[in-house]
DNA sequence: CGGTTTTGACCGGCGC
DNA sequence: GCGCCGGTCAAAACCG
């Protein structure tokens, strides 16, 4: 009985992080809008890296007073060196999947150079295991929204291959484009859809009615060791 | 003691 | 060829 009450409190935690992401992912489109426009270099050399390799990226919006370059996702990252680069003068830290020793994937971490309570994650690579289960369930609330270069506008839920109690969110969610390698990041169309849309998804009963749903479910498939004792 | 972080050095690509 | 710059290495420091 208690354990209801934790879960019940649980998805209605959820809940409203889930609408606060929402929020924060609407504020967010224009903050990349802004940002894809400060460096045309960067810009060159983020389509060419775009075009060759699997890579995403990851806007999350922090603690304007927490300078961490910390961007959570259910994956355990060893940082591997920092660098600060020539367009932006926050240091860009660089990071290594250090769950599994043979995993490709890499990831790089700089704060927005218009808002710097904004972290940008760009990963490379794509991880050759399954996430670990996370250790609760808001572990992956750090992770905001994503771009994914090979399914730009969709929902596809699986873009970093995310954990199955995280499918059901991913769908809910739409994922902030920021370039493949057909089109260049500054394309202030897509960013304007992408608020038009998120706008009207946080104005939509129904979107808020499948959040619970979505929620609901990444809950009911997370082990639950209460089903063994009850 | 093992894993992670820090940080200066090093390397390779690219533009001039 | 040279210098700049981003990315990586590796040793030392740090931490649980």
Partial sequence: MERLHKENEMLRVSLQMMSNKCRILQETAVAVAADSGSSEDSNKRAKNEFAQTKMSRILTRTDPRDFSLVVTDGYQWRKYGQKVTKDNPSPRAYFKCSMFPSCPVKKKVQRCVEDKSILVATYEGEHNHEVQAPSGFTDFQDCTFMASTTNSHSFSPNGLNLPKPNT?????????????????????????????HVASLTRDPNFTAALSVAVARSIVTLPDHSTDQM
Wanted: net charge negative; glycine share 6%.
């Fill in 168 to 196: 059901a969110l991913g769908l809910a969610l739409p994922h902030v484009y920021e370039g493949t390698s057909r089109r260049p990041c500054h394309d202030s169309m897509d960013t304007y859809r992408i608020e038009e």
